[in-house]
């Protein structure tokens, strides 16, 4: 299936497990460092093609080495990276993550080129020829925030292009930004967080219900261990967390974005793409980085 992913692209360097931070200049020993290419846009491209999609990347990064390098792992995984724009003299956005032993993962972040991405970067042609767009990070990617791209979303799903998205941070002044999106797009996928930032609401389901009203066909709120919720115009759905051994909660939501959307695209409704979504998020949990575990035969366990 063909998919474009447009938005933030991020090299992350994790490490764990960490416990606490070293004082002055002593060193810590630690199990694994790993760099991943991630973000709401890359981490959903890598996870798309593992579970067998085609799949093309949109967006910016720097001319630096963590550039070089995010190219360099997308392509290896079978992204197409080819339409990609290199900012001269800007730094590619990248994350330190210190995961901690219960699979926590503050960050250190530089948002870098993801800040300039603007519908000059964007391939229209390309994204006409798609049979679904992801949105990845639309809350930090201010410059595609114009109604000239609105529009091409509505032609885009005028002519049967499925348009899902994601969001990066849980501010809640950029988070009402991206809410200007909503109409223009079939799914949004949320955090808990997020949707009651978004929103301004008290419960995930008032949140899930305010963003639904926004003009959206769904809404799925991830919620950690405790699954997702699941709102469209036929009601609400819980879709319970698979029991797996967490070692790293980065990347989890790309993953479940890329489960999501591919149960879609092979013809599924709302609520069984979400399982395919959630068994893809568990899989990755299980690993260091959101490129871990091997996505073979999770549509079965997602079913």
């Given at each position: 299936?063909?998919?474009?992913?447009?938005?933030?692209?991020?090299?992350?360097?994790?490490?764990?497990?960490?416990?606490?931070?070293?004082?002055?200049?002593?060193?810590?020993?630690?199990?694994?460092?790993?760099?991943?290419?991630?973000?709401?846009?890359?981490?959903?491209?890598?996870?798309?093609?593992?579970?067998?999609?085609?799949?093309?990347?949109?967006?910016?990064?720097?001319?630096?080495?963590?550039?070089?390098?995010?190219?360099?792992?997308?392509?290896?995984h079978g992204v197409d990276v080819s339409l990609l724009a290199r900012r001269t003299g800007e730094q590619t956005a990248a994350s330190i993550l210190p995961i901690r032993p219960d699979g926590g993962r503050p960050s250190f972040h530089v948002p870098g080129?993801?800040?300039?991405?603007?519908?000059?970067?964007?391939?229209?042609?390309?994204?006409?020829?798609?049979?679904?767009?992801?949105?990845?990070?639309?809350?930090?990617?201010?410059?595609?925030?114009?109604?000239?791209?609105?529009?091409?979303?509505?032609?885009?799903?005028?002519?049967?292009?499925?348009?899902?998205?994601?969001?990066?941070?849980?501010?809640?002044?950029?988070?009402?930004?991206?809410?200007?999106?909503?109409?223009?797009?079939?799914?949004?996928?949320?955090?808990?967080?997020?949707?009651?930032?978004?929103?301004?609401?008290?419960?995930?389901?008032?949140?899930?219900?305010?963003?639904?009203?926004?003009?959206?066909?769904?809404?799925?709120?991830?919620?950690?261990?405790?699954?997702?919720?699941?709102?469209?115009?036929?009601?609400?759905?819980?879709?319970?967390?698979?029991?797996?051994?967490?070692?790293?909660?980065?990347?989890?939501?790309?993953?479940?974005?890329?489960?999501?959307?591919?149960?879609?695209?092979?013809?599924?409704?709302?609520?069984?793409?979400?399982?395919?979504?959630?068994?893809?998020?568990?899989?990755?949990?299980?690993?260091?980085?959101?490129?871990?575990?091997?996505?073979?035969?999770?549509?079965?366990?997602?079913?």
């Amino acid at each position: 299936m063909s998919v474009v992913t447009v938005g933030v692209h991020i090299v992350d360097i994790l490490t764990r497990p960490v416990e606490t931070i070293p004082a002055g200049q002593d060193t810590v020993l630690v199990d694994q460092i790993r760099l991943t290419a991630a973000g709401a846009a890359a981490g959903t491209a890598v996870d798309l093609v593992k579970l067998g999609n085609k799949v093309t990347s949109m967006g910016a990064i720097g001319d630096d080495e963590l550039g070089d390098f995010l190219l360099m792992i997308m392509s290896r995984h079978g992204v197409d990276v080819s339409l990609l724009a290199r900012r001269t003299g800007e730094q590619t956005a990248a994350s330190i993550l210190p995961i901690r032993p219960d699979g926590g993962r503050p960050s250190f972040h530089v948002p870098g080129a993801n800040l300039s991405v603007s519908l000059a970067d964007l391939d229209v042609e390309v994204l006409r020829g798609a049979r679904a767009v992801h949105l990845g990070g639309m809350d930090v990617t201010f410059g595609l925030g114009d109604p000239a791209f609105f529009a091409v979303l509505d032609s885009l799903r005028e002519q049967g292009t499925i348009v899902t998205m994601d969001l990066l941070s849980e501010m809640p002044d950029l988070l009402a930004m991206a809410r200007a999106f909503l109409p223009h797009v079939d799914h949004v996928l949320p955090n808990a967080a997020q949707a009651l930032a978004m929103t301004g609401a008290a419960t995930v389901e008032e949140a899930a219900a305010a963003l639904l009203a926004d003009g959206v066909s769904g809404v799925l709120v991830t919620l950690g261990e405790e699954g997702s919720l699941v709102v469209t115009a036929e009601g609400s759905t819980r879709v319970p967390a698979l029991e797996v051994e967490v070692n790293d909660t980065t990347g989890c939501g790309d993953a479940y974005c890329a489960g999501f959307l591919t149960g879609l695209l092979r013809g599924h409704d709302v609520v069984t793409a979400a399982r395919w979504g959630t068994a893809t998020a568990a899989r990755v949990a299980t690993g260091l980085g959101s490129d871990a575990g091997d996505l073979e035969g999770i549509f079965d366990e997602g079913r």
